[in-house]
């Protein structure tokens, strides 16, 4: 099973970009990354998605190496709105969705 | 636009009681279904997951049990809740058939077992 590992918490001021990074050294051939983001008491709202290089859209980016063993989301200016728990996951939602795992995430802290 | 709906949005229930939680997905047909349940400060579990009617995989052994009575409609169960099974309890769904390779959640049902 992929693994992923995660900072469990960020702190970042308003304006700034916040750059979160996510090991995941077992992925294997077929699986894609997904960030989710995850605002209490609510379901995890869907990011991004890559599977080598890097991806942007109006949100985020993702960047992902050439041996595809980490991965890192970037997100602009974040503001206080983007306090949140973000999740990193590797795997196949549509083959292996057993397999895709969710771990504890990394509670990012946006401060005024 | 594909829609997730579950329902409902909290639930305080005795232990010993029965559950029925509903998701219904709307604007795809033939999707993956899943049932999550998230503890207080930690990731999310994988606790069932349906391929199609009537097909149903459990992860984790447990009171619970889920049915797909019908291709867009995902229901959770117990016959005697415990008060172990508290929790934030997500349904999602997964795009087996296009070009979307990821899972997109509902808003999730706070269950407290008191």
């Known amino acids: 099973l992929a693994k992923t590992t995660q900072p469990i918490s960020m702190d970042s001021y308003e304006g700034q970009e916040v750059n979160i990074t996510c090991s995941h050294n077992?992925?294997?051939?077929?699986?894609?990354i997904t960030w989710y983001q995850q605002f209490p008491s609510q379901g995890p709202r869907f990011i991004i998605q890559g599977y080598k290089t890097k991806v942007t859209n109006e949100v985020a980016s993702l960047f992902i190496p050439a041996d595809r063993k980490s991965s890192t989301l970037s997100l602009p200016r974040v503001s206080l709105s983007d306090t949140a728990v973000y999740y990193c996951?590797?795997?196949?939602?549509?083959?292996?969705?057993?397999?895709?795992?969710f771990g504890p995430g990394t509670s990012l802290s946006v401060i005024p | 636009s594909q829609t997730i709906h579950q329902w409902p949005a909290t639930l305080v229930q005795p232990v010993g009681s029965p559950l029925s939680l509903e998701c219904t997905v709307e604007?795809?047909?033939?999707?993956?279904l899943y049932w999550y349940r998230q503890a207080a400060g930690r990731g999310l579990q994988l606790l069932f997951y349906s391929v199609g009617i009537g097909q149903i995989s459990s992860e984790v052994p447990q009171n619970l049990s889920a049915s797909r009575p019908q291709d867009r409609q995902f229901i959770l169960s117990s016959k005697k809740l415990l008060l172990s099974d508290s929790g934030f309890y997500l349904c999602?769904?997964?795009?087996?058939?296009?070009?979307?390779?990821?899972?997109?959640f509902g808003q999730g049902t706070r269950l407290t077992v008191v």
């Open positions: 999602a769904w997964g795009d087996r058939n296009g070009l979307n390779t990821e899972a997109f």
């Open positions: 604007g795809t047909s033939n999707p993956n």
């Open positions: 077992n992925i294997a051939t077929n699986d894609y």
């Open positions: 996951l590797v795997g196949d939602w549509k083959t292996s969705y057993d397999k895709v795992i």
